[in-house]
């Protein structure tokens, strides 16, 4: 069974930095893209950060500058390192892993930036 768990959100002031964690179960970690998606009230899930298999990175050009992605693959876990916070960056992270035409979803955790 695959599971992929975050952690790490929380209430947060602006300019605030929190660091979210996704820990993946049941999948080949280091074969599979992982990727940090977000969705605030209202609004369409968006993608924020992404690693690949080998250790590219994309990012949203909302976030570049401000959060950074890493992987450790001895701990099957993916990391969203985010600082700078913005009352915009407000939303359920989502972390997802993907591999061939696989994809899992973790089941989020909050994150509010108060102003």
């Known amino acids: 069974q695959v599971q992929l768990v975050e952690s790490g959100g929380g209430l947060v002031q602006a300019g605030g930095s929190l660091r979210l964690s996704c820990v993946a179960s049941?999948?080949?970690?280091?074969?599979?893209?992982m990727t940090w998606y977000r969705q605030a009230p209202g609004k369409q899930r968006e993608l924020v950060a992404r690693?690949?298999?080998?250790?590219?990175?994309n990012y949203a050009d909302s976030v570049k500058g401000r959060f950074t992605i890493s992987r450790d693959n001895a701990k099957n876990t993916v990391y969203l390192q985010m600082n700078s916070l913005k009352p915009e960056d407000t939303a359920v992270y989502y972390c997802?892993?993907?591999?061939?035409?696989?994809?899992?979803w973790g089941q989020g955790t909050q994150v509010t930036v108060s102003s």
């Open positions: 049941g999948i080949i970690f280091s074969l599979n893209h």
């Open positions: 690693i690949t298999s080998i250790g590219s990175t």
């Open positions: 997802n892993a993907e591999r061939s035409a696989r994809t899992y």
